[in-house]
């Protein structure tokens, strides 16, 4: 929030007005916006009936996306839900289906919510809907989640771009993860200190990560690492309930992460010149896709 240069700022004001950051959210974005508390509430309860949608729509459907990279894995993520071999719990197998079921509707150009952005937009609504259908969270709390997720979105954007192009994944998928182990904190009822705590577990681990996208599509790996980044926000959210703290606060993760992009070369943000995106599979399927039609 643009009162909020820091997450030490946000955590006095917690601290000194006794509330959680789900509530230091909505009142700064009432008071940027000018609308009511219970208007931003209802657009975050619109945005997550639209992650909803998008994931049922997501699951519901085997279509290739346009350049047949992705699509499919969804709905045989859910079908192993029972799998007698199926060593994760339902919330487990869920996250992993929904994360993908976002991308995958990304790719098929049907509507998603970025947040933060387009590639890395699986997370958080994995993260939040599996909670509420596998988990039964009340929507008023994941509602406080989302609030919670986006506060840690808009801090971080004002100390590093939440951009591949600009940072590598790490910016994406990365930050998305850590805004989705704050959400489950917050949708839980963890104090403002845990939530803290969850992102910046979430984000130190996935700290450095390239974005190489085969063919420069938002598909490969995009889309299965947005399935993994929700796993391991649970696992944040997990440890920091459990009172496991950072030990690196989140304000230095973040900054740390914007170093590490800027130390990045070109050619590992985006530019589909590194990574996977150079593997002889990779140039294979870019060549094949990219030849001109006789």
């Known amino acids: 929030m643009p009162y909020f240069n820091a997450f030490t700022d946000l955590l006095a004001h917690c601290d000194a007005q006794q509330c959680s950051i789900a509530q230091a959210a909505l009142t700064m974005e009432a008071a940027e916006t000018g609308q009511t508390e219970a208007a931003i509430k209802q657009r975050m309860d619109d945005l997550l009936t639209q ?41 487990g197998t869920r996250l992993l289906a929904y994360g993908v079921a976002t991308l995958e509707e990304n790719n098929r150009m049907k509507p998603i919510v970025a947040c933060p952005t387009a590639g890395g937009s699986g997370s958080v609504p994995a993260v939040l809907i599996a909670l509420e259908d596998e988990q039964h969270v009340p929507r008023q709390k994941t509602i406080d989640g989302l609030l919670a997720a986006g506060c840690i979105g808009a801090i971080t954007s004002q100390r590093m771009h939440l951009s591949g192009a600009s940072a590598g994944c ?9 805004m989705a182990a704050g959400a489950m904190v917050q949708a839980m009822g963890g104090t403002p200190q845990q939530v803290l705590n969850a992102a910046a577990i979430s984000m130190q681990n996935l700290m450095g990560l390239i974005c190489d996208p085969v063919a420069g599509l938002v598909e490969v790996p995009c889309v ?8 391991q926000a649970v696992g944040a959210a997990t440890m920091a309930m459990a009172s496991i703290t950072s030990f690196i606060p989140l304000d230095d993760v973040v900054d740390a992460m914007a170093q590490v992009g800027k130390l990045m070369p070109p050619q590992l943000k985006e530019t589909a010149e590194g990574g996977l995106a150079t593997t002889p599979t990779a140039n294979a399927f870019t060549d094949a896709f990219f030849k001109p039609t006789p």
Not at 170 to 178: D, L, P, T, Y
Not at 226 to 231: D, F, Q
């Open 224 to 231: 299965l690492r947005n399935g993994l980044g929700a796993m």
């Open 170 to 178: 790490q910016a994406e998928v990365g930050v998305a993860s850590g």
């Open 51 to 91: 992650m909803a949608t998008t994931i049922q729509s997501g699951l519901a459907t085997s279509e290739p996306s346009p350049s047949g990279l992705s699509g499919g894995d969804a709905q045989r993520m859910m079908a192993y839900l029972d799998n007698g071999n199926n060593v994760l719990n339902p919330l």
